[in-house]
C-alpha cells in the first residue's frame, strides 16, 4: 500500500512539473508572437512614414516649379496636410495629425544648400505603443537641394 501512495504521489508533481513546464512555453510563444506584431506594425509605420516624406518632396518640387518667385521668399516650418497643394501659412510646428496617424512637416531654409538653392527638409512623425502618451517620438525625414532659379528665363 505504501508504495502505491507514492506512486500517486509523484504522479502528481510530475504533472505540476509538466503544467509548470507548458505555461512557460506558452508564455514564451506568445510573447513572441506580440513583439512579432507590435514590430511589425512599427516597420509599416516607418515604411509608410518614409513614403509620405517623398511625396512631401515631390510636392514642394511642384510648388517650386508653378512659382519660383514665390518658393524664394518662402522660408520656415510649413504644416503639408494630405491633399496640400500649396504651402499655406509658415507655423513655429505641427503638433496635431494631418497625414492620417501621422504628422507632416516641411522646414525651408532659402539659401541652405548653396546661393539660390533652398534646403528643404521634410519630416513625418508618428507614434507607437514605445511612445509616451500624446509624443510623436518616431520621425523619418527627405532632405533635398532645391534650386530657387527658374531654368526658363522670361523674355
Known sequence: MVKLLSFRGQTLIET????AIISIVISAI????????????????QTL??????????????????????????????????????????????????FGQFIRSVLIQQNGCAANVSKVTITVAFTDG?????LYCHNETDTSCLSTISPVQAP
Open 30 to 45: 506568445a510573447t513572441s508572437v506580440t513583439s512579432s506584431l507590435s514590430n511589425a506594425t512599427f516597420n509599416q509605420s
Open 49 to 98: 512614414a518614409t513614403k509620405y516624406a517623398q511625396q512631401g518632396t515631390e510636392l514642394i518640387t511642384q510648388i517650386r516649379d508653378e512659382g519660383y518667385t514665390t518658393f524664394k521668399g518662402d522660408s520656415g516650418i510649413y504644416c503639408l496636410g494630405q491633399n496640400a497643394t500649396s504651402l499655406g501659412n509658415a507655423q513655429a510646428n505641427c503638433s496635431v495629425p494631418n
Open 16 to 19: 505540476l512539473a509538466a503544467l
Open 130 to 134: 514605445k511612445c509616451q502618451a500624446g
